[in-house]
């Protein structure tokens, strides 16, 4: 049987002995010495977070957990109601519902502003001011939207985001991406003549920017999170269900119609 | 528009100025102040743990996030072959085949011991051990398996146990269901004439039934830890693919048998 | 590069100039000849259903393939609302509620009624019905359901039953697994005293089996039967929503009961 | 309780007496005398189709159900197993993959047709001609691929299109998509000066416009055919394992790399 050079991983194995993580001792190294989010991290970057990253990362899990009844909680209560053998089923459903148009803007947002603070370069403030400015001009100029900004709830302001920065800065870790966000939210107000307030998803797309994340797996932080608030509304079902008294007024509301 | 008696979540609620989870207004008291695991029990028990508890569920999410390249890991590459552009689909079927063969036993000693629990009563150790061989006893007599103990590779010792009690001991939360396991351990090994180590899973879930988690509500748990790995791999195959050059691998086999 | 006896598959293959399914040729022998229903058949069983065993396979599909706005087609539907950009995201949680509670029935039955065939041995009718009374007995005296019998809300009778009972009786293939149910139906109601009506699903389980399907992958006809049930609901939902209607309308409601 | 103008569907009912599909009685009106094809259509569109109409969905569907051992139908396989008790999961798993890189031609086909066909106006063949040239060069000076020419594996011809076109011809409902297609193709050829052939997936796509179905929901029909495929996958891998036994070859050649 002949290896394959693409079969190869550095996130983990498992030998006899041993399981080991991103080349440490699972065991003796990481259980009881290292947090949950710290493992996240590692086993994403491959290596571990200083205190003011793992601070900033748990803001970031933490302000995208849960959000109440939303629709994706709604459809893994209902399918709970019909499988209720198949937790792994429920949460799964939970997660495919975290698409473009709710948690899509963390993604969203960590590209765009990838792309802002790749093009000022080495940054100082003028030029991340400039490439902000230009990003946000073009954009408007192709009639699009900017990520990040503006909520359909929070109009005035959206809670999380001013508590992102000010755990950022009180970490140290207030990097690029974050300080291109504010940057863009400037720009986006001085030329629609409009102030929208930086959202929390776009927050927390930056935050994890300026973690190190690829933006093309920064939802997966958002997937992370959600999951811990989809278990927690499935446990809740367990004991006061919706899905089933749901399906049944509204089964009663169409047959009220049909007379 | 009525309200029902049925819709009703104590989990969270949006409005335009909060997000409250659990009664607590997420971005003044929650971000910044406790980690994503303090906020996940939070979210399922509806109390925040205390900091040995914390501890000892760090350690089960820690001991049950990654465990290299497994069949769900492999599925939830297979599928980010065929639909990169959805992150949440890949992440979904990487949790849908944690059931009964792999992640079952988190759940399956949860129920078992429980019951060894319950069956004790207000718990003194000759008590449990009494309940505990009872139960092993009434299992080998009807030729079933005990959930949590043996393990297809770690034949001898399961590295993730010892430091489990360890961990739960240190942090003054070893309950209850932790002692049963070893009990039931000790049962078997003097009933069957063969002594099996105690497996990661068997004392992952001893210990989140010794945190106050419903034994059908654990199972979401080790999905929480398996979101963390199966992001981590999914990052990891955008940069070095093996869902592709498997597929290839395996179908240039195929075509060889044909001919 | 070694082939190895385990990887190996009698469904298809493809190569440079043709897609063989089954042992045929995709272009050449099935497309314009088999009908879809048909080659489901075929590439589960290898071989090509009879005129009446396509007959009572359409009968089966149709019957299960939709019952309304049921919990799993609003799962569906809350998922395509996060997450329009991908509809396999969607169809996939609508099958994820297709669990016991709803097409468990389906499997349930087709297990059920295959313990009694087999005991009955080559069947004569009166095996058949002293088996079907045994196999009743056993269930009632453990204070189990009988599978394929009562519907909560076809409480005379299920109009499906009948007309699958006179399709597969034209079509010349009602066979054990159907003429054992009703044996079952009466056992039961001269037991419990209380005539239960035969439920289309645990008629079209008794269907499958008599079609030859194992009744381990009986629920797969279930699955393929809802999917295109759930293409429909989506393809209205793009048009006429119901998720994001339904999400704010329950928002509503939980923001009216918090003042 | 009221009722809501959102709250309705076209598609079906129950009521404690009859199960009614766009306006037809499941049971008296449709099991034993429409097929499954002709239901699925009758479900999205709301009529039932002509003859012709019938055979062109049946051979696309016959066309995309499977295709052997794919990236899908592994992820499928080793979803079972880990969760072999949840036979909707590992389908749900195998229909997550159907995304972009393999399936998404179909539609990407259906919404360019789409587009040059709207173009070209209540369609001549010179105007459709015209509407293909310009829709070709648009895309090949935008460096763009073609959607639905070419093939991995069958670079001369997919065997799968000349039937499909044949079996169009024959049931006189070759339409203005599937001419439009062989525009394009023609078009593409001339420009580029490299003939690539018209490939299944973009026949597919096609034939599907024709039978007039809006691009956006042409996807759902490749998810029916191959959840066929994928219940049969699971039928075979139930006797004969892909999934365990792979998982272990590759961890025995990860182990092998590791010395």
Same mark, same amino acid.
């Given at each position: 049987?002949?290896?394959?050079?693409?079969?190869?991983?550095?996130?983990?194995?498992?030998?006899?002995?041993?399981?080991?993580?991103?080349?440490?001792?699972?065991?003796?190294?990481?259980?009881?010495?290292?947090?949950?989010?710290?493992?996240?991290?590692?086993?994403?970057?491959?290596?571990?977070?200083?205190?003011?990253?793992?601070?900033?990362?748990?803001?970031?899990?933490?302000?995208?957990?849960d959000?109440?009844?939303t629709?994706?909680?709604?459809?893994?209560?209902?399918?709970?109601?019909?499988?209720?053998?198949?937790?792994?089923? /429920?949460?799964? =459903? #939970?997660? @495919?519902g +975290?698409?473009?148009?709710? !948690?899509?803007? &963390?993604?969203? %947002? *960590?590209?765009?502003?990838?792309?802002?603070?790749?093009?000022?370069?080495?940054?100082?403030?003028?030029?991340?001011?400039?490439?902000?400015?230009?990003?946000?001009?073009?954009?408007?100029?192709?009639?699009?939207?900017?990520?990040?900004?503006?909520?359909?709830?929070?109009?005035?302001?959206?809670?999380?985001?001013?508590?992102?920065?000010?755990? /950022?800065?009180? =970490? #140290?870790? @207030?990097? +690029?991406?974050?300080?291109? !966000?504010?940057? &863009?939210?400037? %720009? *986006?107000?001085?030329?629609?003549?409009?102030?929208?307030?930086?959202?929390?998803?776009?927050a927390?797309?930056?935050?994890?920017?300026?973690?190190?994340?690829?933006?093309?797996?920064?939802?997966?932080?958002?997937?992370?999170?959600?999951?811990?608030?989809?278990v927690?509304?499935?446990?809740?079902?367990?004991?006061?269900?919706?899905?089933?008294?749901?399906?049944?007024?509204?089964?009663?509301r169409?047959?009220?119609?049909?007379?």
């Open positions: 049987m002949s290896t394959s050079d693409w079969l190869h991983t550095d996130i983990g194995a498992t030998t006899a002995d041993t399981i080991t993580i991103r080349g440490r001792d699972l065991a003796g190294e990481l259980m009881g010495r290292v947090t949950f989010t710290e493992l996240a991290f590692l086993l994403v970057q491959g290596r571990e977070p200083g205190p003011g990253e793992t601070r900033l990362l748990d803001a970031v899990l933490v302000s995208l957990a959000h109440g009844l629709p994706t909680v709604l459809a893994a209560r209902l399918t709970h109601t019909g499988a209720p053998e198949s937790l792994q089923g /429920a949460v799964a =459903a #939970g997660l @495919l +975290a698409g473009s148009v709710f !948690l899509g803007v &963390v993604e969203d %947002a *960590a590209v765009f502003l990838g792309e802002i603070v790749r093009a000022a370069g080495p940054d100082t403030d003028a030029d991340l001011e400039r490439a902000a400015g230009d990003a946000v001009a073009a954009r408007l100029a192709a009639g699009r939207r900017i990520p990040g900004l503006g909520h359909p709830i929070h109009k005035a302001e959206d809670p999380r985001t001013p508590r992102m920065y000010a755990i /950022a800065a009180e =970490a #140290g870790v @207030l990097g +690029a991406n974050l300080r291109a !966000l504010e940057l &863009v939210a400037a %720009a *986006a107000a001085e030329r629609s003549g409009r102030a929208l307030p930086i959202n929390g998803a776009g927390a797309g930056a935050a994890l920017a300026d973690l190190g994340f690829d933006p093309a797996i920064v939802r997966g932080f958002a997937l992370l999170a959600r999951t811990a608030g989809v927690a509304h499935l446990a809740e079902e367990m004991r006061h269900p919706i899905g089933m008294p749901l399906f049944r007024e509204l089964d009663e169409l047959s009220a119609e049909e007379r």
